[in-house]
């Protein structure tokens, strides 16, 4: 009833930039929270960084300074501009969003996962 499709990764040389795309569709009401999570080989899924409704931002440590994060709520679509890349920003970059949508017959809250974006960092 609800999909999150991200697109915007690949390869990029140590210091370059990518955009990262979010965009929830179907039976979306409402998004409150967007954020995006990464996760590398071996180690645990991490918050990048996060956007709600109003604007309020908040982003890990090793990220500030070099990352973005936006919205565009006409279009239940969340970005993550990306400068400065290190190699160790490589994993695979994941959007989530707690939003309300509509079953048919009624409205629930719900959280829910794109498939991921593979971000390689690289020279």
């Known amino acids: 009833q609800v999909q999150l499709v991200e697109s915007g990764g690949g390869l990029v040389q140590p210091g370059g930039s990518l955009r990262l795309s979010c965009a929830a569709s179907g039976r979306v009401v409402s998004i409150n929270a967007m954020g995006w999570y990464r996760q590398a080989p071996g180690k645990q899924r991490e918050l990048v960084a996060r956007i709600t409704t109003d604007g309020s931002t908040n982003y890990t440590d090793s990220v500030k300074g070099r990352f973005t994060i936006s919205r565009d709520n006409a279009k239940n679509t969340v970005y993550l501009q990306m400068n400065s890349l290190k190699p160790e920003d490589t994993a695979v970059y994941y959007c989530?969003?707690?939003?309300?949508?509509?079953?048919?017959?009624?409205?629930?809250?719900?959280?829910?996962w794109g498939q991921g974006t593979q971000v390689t960092v690289s020279s």
């Open positions: 989530n969003a707690d939003l309300l949508y509509f079953t048919g017959s009624s409205y629930r809250p719900g959280n829910y």
